[in-house]
């Protein structure tokens, strides 16, 4: 689960003869992971692709266009078929001569729709003026300026140019300028801001109003004409779409197969092939070639390796011959083993020659977690994918992530809503959303075990009332809970002390390639710090100047756990451990030190303090919607009068408020029964989203900033094994 599937380098040697027959047996068996050649072997030059490739390539281009005119997509597929390259070439063309017709029609009545469109947004503000459209334009003697501006201001231009014959035409903020000039009128009226409009020529109605309506007509029709060719369209996504992603799939499939060998390393007689393969597969992926191609290739294990982030072997084991095959490796024979030689991996032979790698490549990553673990690998790529030498945090993610979000919303009703939303995506949808339908049904079932333990559904306590009466935990939202509050707050801390250590933990793990000291050094000088800093802060060292709540809260004052605070003897060992991690720290690395000094390790012990935060706001929603709702009555605690036995059985000097529930009889205890449920179901579903934003938000945030960014890097490379995972046709 904390590491990446272990990854073999392989070798497929062959003749080039059968180099067709080896391609089409590796990419149907989808293993192996292509590395491409980088031209580094002398006498081997970069394999070309197969005849047709270019032809496949440009059908596939053909195709893909055809859908995304069709708009195609997945529904339209339709049971698997066989599709022959006879038959796609004969059924493509008649496909495409349709298609390119009916989008062609399309995008014809689009363009004659939008310039309808175009001239009644150019009339509509002519029509304004009442004057027919001929007699704003065409004169030799006046000159005639059609637009938008301030009247006054072009009465003024005209005064100040000298124009003393001109007259104006206004209606709605449209002015008409008629004048006899012998300068440019636009030029006059620059210094106006005068925003000129375009007058539309060559229409036999010269009315602006009655050329508005013959263009609404003529719009009508275009539309209803456009309706049509839609309606055609849909009719060929209907015919078409299951051939067209059967098409694309073989396409893609036969544009792979031919395009392989550019991979490859070549010479005029053979070829060479290498890539990533789960270690495991690799005698599947041996197998099958001999199976395929028989004695004329030879498969090679070259290595099994683990990587560090900087690209060189840090362990290795013997990797034996495939499966009934002699001793020679790739190219030219010999056992090899691996060894790091400036950053590049290089296999060197036992028998003295070297063999060098087809190119500098690091293993391409798959995670291994579990099945209820897989769908967090979505949460941790949304940062980015674990390399190869890395740690995969995971399963870490696995289970404080729930925890956390259940912590903070902690309501039965909430998370069986919660965990319905995550079923429905589970069950409904593939790839990302249905591994984030996991991660709700799961955070939604973390939300009812802590709700369980709050005694709360929707904000009121009837789980406490009526299932748990003695359940020994409360939010702490009301005044007679309050120590709760400042428990949850503490266990905050501590629950992030834990995740943060475990976060060091990992670093420390993956520094130790580097040696014990530097991961010491590293990693371990920060978790001396921070532990001890704690531990001073938990400690009855000064105690007068720290909260009385941290040695209250676990003593008795909510909780009797026994724990009042370490001693002051543990306290001042706790700030001699700190100076010593400070130290150790400014050794490591002096720039670290002066965010240590800053006091980092106080900072992120204290931003776990969210969870207790968010956990209260929620809480303080929940409990204020149902207080408008039901009303709340004060009886040495806050009780819901509603849920209480109702307004009648409540003392008058104890009501605070009667809520919308109680609002009185007849007409009135209607119209507050209505409100009461509008706000009562508006209210919580605006808490149920905020508790996805919110605690959501603030888990992953944890999750990225406080536990990631302790030893996570990411920027593995996905494995991307050569191959197609076929959907939509068959070869049966």
Not at 473 to 481: D, E, S, V, W
């Amino acid at each position: 689960m904390l590491r990446p599937k272990r990854m073999s380098r392989v070798s497929v040697t062959g003749s080039k003869h059968v180099m067709d027959e080896a391609v089409e047996a590796v990419h149907g068996m989808d293993l192996l992971h292509l590395t491409d050649y980088d031209g580094g072997w002398e006498g081997f030059d970069p394999g070309s692709p197969e005849a047709g490739a270019d032809e496949a390539s440009e059908k596939l281009v053909t195709v893909r266009s055809l859908e995304s005119i069709l708009g195609v997509e997945g529904e339209e597929a339709g049971p698997q078929r066989i599709v022959t390259e006879d038959q796609l070439d004969e059924e493509l063309e008649a496909v495409r001569m349709e298609v390119n017709e009916l989008d062609d029609r399309r995008d014809e009545l689009d363009d004659q729709l939008r310039e309808v469109e175009d001239t009644v947004e150019r009339l509509e503000p002519l029509a304004e003026l009442g004057i027919d459209l001929d007699l704003l334009s065409g004169y030799d003697a006046v000159e005639v300026a059609v637009g938008r501006g301030d009247q006054e201001a072009v009465r003024r231009a005209m005064v100040d140019a000298g124009v003393g014959e001109y007259e104006l035409f206004t209606g709605d903020g449209v002015l008409a300028v008629v004048a006899r000039t012998d300068e440019d009128l636009d030029d006059l009226l620059v210094s106006t801001a005068f925003e000129t409009l375009e007058v539309p020529e060559g229409a036999e109605t010269t009315d602006p109003s009655a050329r508005i309506a013959e263009l609404e007509s003529e719009r009508e029709q275009l539309e209803s004409r456009l309706e049509g060719v839609e309606e055609e369209i849909e009719a060929a996504r209907e015919e078409y779409g299951g051939f067209l992603l059967a098409a694309e799939e073989m396409l893609t499939i036969e544009t792979q197969r031919r395009e392989a060998p550019l991979s490859f390393a070549t010479t005029r007689n053979a070829f060479v092939a290498e890539g990533w393969i789960p270690t495991e597969q690799f005698v599947d992926l041996a197998e099958g070639l001999y199976e395929a191609v028989g004695d004329h290739v030879e498969v090679d294990e070259l290595e099994r390796a683990r990587y560090d982030g900087e690209g060189a072997v840090v362990s290795r084991e013997e990797v034996g011959e495939a499966p009934g095959q002699p001793g020679p490796t790739a190219t030219d024979g010999g056992d090899t083993e691996a060894r790091a030689e400036g950053g590049a991996t290089v296999t060197e032979r036992t028998d003295g020659g070297g063999d060098q790698a087809m190119a500098d490549s690091d293993p391409p990553v798959v995670q291994n977690n579990p099945g209820v673990v897989a769908p967090f690998e979505t949460l941790t790529r949304v940062v980015n994918r674990p390399k190869y030498s890395e740690l995969d945090p995971t399963v870490i993610l696995a289970l404080t992530f729930p925890l956390f979000f259940g912590f903070m919303i902690g309501d039965v009703g909430y998370g069986i809503v919660y965990s319905a939303i995550g079923y429905y995506l589970y069950a409904n949808y593939e790839g990302a959303l249905r591994h984030l339908g996991t991660v709700g049904l799961l955070a939604g079932l973390s939300t009812i075990f802590f709700g369980f333990l709050y005694g709360e559904v929707f904000g009121t306590e009837l789980i406490a009332r009526f299932v748990w009466p003695a359940h020994p935990f409360r939010k702490g939202i009301r005044p007679a809970f309050v120590d709760f509050a400042l428990l949850w707050l503490v266990v905050s801390i501590l629950a992030g002390l834990a995740h943060v250590t475990i976060g060091y933990a990992f670093g420390f793990v993956q520094e130790l390639k580097h040696g014990v000291k530097d991961a010491f050094l590293e990693k371990g000088s920060w978790v001396i710090m921070m532990l001890g800093l704690w531990v001073f802060i938990f400690s009855d060292t000064v105690a007068t100047a720290k909260p009385d709540f941290l040695f209250t809260v676990l003593n008795g004052s909510p909780i009797p756990l026994g724990f009042g605070g370490f001693s002051a003897t543990a306290g001042w060992a706790g700030l001699v451990a700190f100076v010593v991690g400070l130290v150790l720290i400014y050794i490591a690395d002096p720039v670290e030190f002066i965010e240590a000094v800053f006091l980092k390790v106080f900072v992120d012990g204290l931003s776990y303090t969210r969870l207790a935060a968010v956990l209260l706001a929620k809480a303080g929603m929940a409990f204020t919607v149902n207080l408008i709702v039901f009303g709340i009555y004060n009886e040495e605690e806050f009780k819901f009068i509603s849920t209480h036995g109702g307004l009648s059985n409540v003392p008058a000097e104890e009501v605070i408020f009667p809520g919308l529930f109680n609002l009185g009889e007849g007409v009135t205890f209607a119209i507050g029964l209505i409100a009461g449920i509008v706000v009562l179901v508006l209210g919580h579903a605006v808490v149920l989203a905020l508790g996805i934003t919110s605690a959501g938000l603030q888990a992953i945030r944890l999750e990225y900033v406080e536990f990631f960014q302790k030893f996570f890097e990411g920027g593995g490379e996905e494995y991307r094994p050569f191959g197609y995972e076929r959907r939509y046709t068959t070869e049966d």
